[in-house]
């Protein structure tokens, strides 16, 4: 289970008491999946840049480590990641490294690359349209550094701004899939997560092909740390994610993590078999006793569309586990690498 404690400050006496971070060498990665991101990156750099020195003059042992993913974008992210981190004096301060996809794979991959290849003592995925704000590193790492938490997770409070519609089949993902899987998934949880070198070790020997992080985090268990904050909308670009890929990410993460559906397939034909035995004596007995008149047409009619609509539901369910089950035995990669490199450090 995971530990959930009321957002907070922890006190820095306590800190500074726990641990000797002060004098001790650790580096901090943070990783940085980006899909399009050309009009957000020049901010992003400069913003992270000035949450590292911020870090800096708190903790001056802690080197930094930036690994970027472009996930196949289709503007000028890969030109902006390689001159971004040199004109925000980024690479001045951090390691910068990047991976470039063939083609589009998703975040969801994008995490999993950079997770890969992040080599810190702690490290963080972060979204580069400043919705998660680089100037929250410090409390997160202050609070890692008490010894008690693996990491240091952000959750936003409120879901302003957002279409009503969403946040109401988003709440409803969250109370549903909590019921139904072990892994445990906060609602308004975002992949804003600082971990521990066990904690991302952890994560990484999930080697499913169908990843959903959300409930990864969760499955593998370890002491976390919410801290709230208040969403802010990203500061340029637009969303990758319609309603449509958020709801199969919802059957993604359900699929992954439950098989609840796969038992509530098999109760309904359980039920429906044991109506039908009821239903069979009566009409046997009815027949017997005022004999067999035709009737009731469109009632069986409905019964046979009810049940054969039941049936098709149920197979739909087998086939989206079965489905997952062949992609994963296939063990294609979970991304291809076109391009990778590191940035000069000036
Ligand atoms: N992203 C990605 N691959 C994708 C979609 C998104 O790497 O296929 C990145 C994107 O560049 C951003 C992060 O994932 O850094 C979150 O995406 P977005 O801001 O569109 O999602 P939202 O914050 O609206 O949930
Ligand atoms: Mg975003």
Redesign the pocket.
């Given at each position: 289970m995971l530990e959930r404690e009321k957002a907070g400050n922890v006190t820095d006496t306590k800190i500074e008491k726990a641990s000797n971070i002060q004098t001790e060498k650790k580096r901090l990665s943070v990783v940085?999946?980006?899909?399009?991101?050309a009009a957000?990156l020049d901010a992003f750099c400069a913003a992270l840049t000035a949450s590292f020195q911020g870090i800096s003059k708190k903790y001056p042992h802690i080197s930094f480590e930036v690994v970027f993913?472009?996930?196949?974008?289709t503007d000028a992210?890969l030109d902006l990641i390689k001159t971004a981190p040199q004109t925000s004096g980024l690479s001045v301060l951090a390691q910068v490294r990047y991976f470039s996809f063939s083609r589009?794979?998703?975040?969801e991959?994008?995490?999993y690359a950079g997770l890969t290849a992040a080599t810190g003592d702690y490290v963080t995925t972060?979204?580069?349209?400043l919705?998660d704000p680089p100037a929250l590193l410090r409390e997160m790492l202050s609070i890692l550094f008490s010894g008690q938490y693996d990491s240091v997770a952000m959750r936003r409070v409120s879901r302003k701004g957002e279409p009503p519609i969403r946040s109401f089949f988003a709440r409803a993902f969250y109370k549903l899939i909590n019921r139904i899987s072990d892994a445990d998934i906060v609602d308004g949880a975002?992949?804003f997560r600082l971990m521990s070198r066990q904690m991302v070790d952890a994560v990484l020997s999930l080697q499913e092909r169908n990843r959903f992080t959300k409930g990864i985090f969760g499955w593998v268990g370890f002491k976390t740390y919410w801290l709230e904050y208040e969403h802010t909308d990203?500061i340029a670009?637009?969303?990758?994610?319609s309603f449509w890929s958020?709801f199969k990410y919802a059957i993604e993460g359900i699929v992954s993590f439950s098989s609840t559906p796969l038992a509530i397939s098999s109760a309904v034909g359980i039920f429906l078999s044991f109506i039908a035995v009821i239903f069979m004596i009566v009409l046997l007995v009815r027949a017997a006793i005022f004999g067999d008149a035709v009737a009731g047409w469109p009632s069986l009619m409905c019964t046979v569309l009810f049940v054969g609509g039941l049936q098709l539901l149920g197979i739909g369910v087998l086939g989206a586990y079965q489905a997952r089950t062949y992609t994963e035995t296939k063990k294609r990669p979970i991304y291809i690498v076109k391009e990778e490199g590191e940035i000069e450090q000036s």
């Amino acid at each position: 289970m995971l530990e959930r404690e009321k957002a907070g400050n922890v006190t820095d006496t306590k800190i500074e008491k726990a641990s000797n971070i002060q004098t001790e060498k650790k580096r901090l990665s943070v990783v940085v999946p980006c899909y399009n991101e050309a009009a957000t990156l020049d901010a992003f750099c400069a913003a992270l840049t000035a949450s590292f020195q911020g870090i800096s003059k708190k903790y001056p042992h802690i080197s930094f480590e930036v690994v970027f993913i472009n996930d196949g974008s289709t503007d000028a992210t890969l030109d902006l990641i390689k001159t971004a981190p040199q004109t925000s004096g980024l690479s001045v301060l951090a390691q910068v490294r990047y991976f470039s996809f063939s083609r589009n794979f998703g975040k969801e991959a994008g995490m999993y690359a950079g997770l890969t290849a992040a080599t810190g003592d702690y490290v963080t995925t972060m979204d580069a349209d400043l919705q998660d704000p680089p100037a929250l590193l410090r409390e997160m790492l202050s609070i890692l550094f008490s010894g008690q938490y693996d990491s240091v997770a952000m959750r936003r409070v409120s879901r302003k701004g957002e279409p009503p519609i969403r946040s109401f089949f988003a709440r409803a993902f969250y109370k549903l899939i909590n019921r139904i899987s072990d892994a445990d998934i906060v609602d308004g949880a975002r992949d804003f997560r600082l971990m521990s070198r066990q904690m991302v070790d952890a994560v990484l020997s999930l080697q499913e092909r169908n990843r959903f992080t959300k409930g990864i985090f969760g499955w593998v268990g370890f002491k976390t740390y919410w801290l709230e904050y208040e969403h802010t909308d990203r500061i340029a670009g637009e969303t990758s994610f319609s309603f449509w890929s958020l709801f199969k990410y919802a059957i993604e993460g359900i699929v992954s993590f439950s098989s609840t559906p796969l038992a509530i397939s098999s109760a309904v034909g359980i039920f429906l078999s044991f109506i039908a035995v009821i239903f069979m004596i009566v009409l046997l007995v009815r027949a017997a006793i005022f004999g067999d008149a035709v009737a009731g047409w469109p009632s069986l009619m409905c019964t046979v569309l009810f049940v054969g609509g039941l049936q098709l539901l149920g197979i739909g369910v087998l086939g989206a586990y079965q489905a997952r089950t062949y992609t994963e035995t296939k063990k294609r990669p979970i991304y291809i690498v076109k391009e990778e490199g590191e940035i000069e450090q000036s």
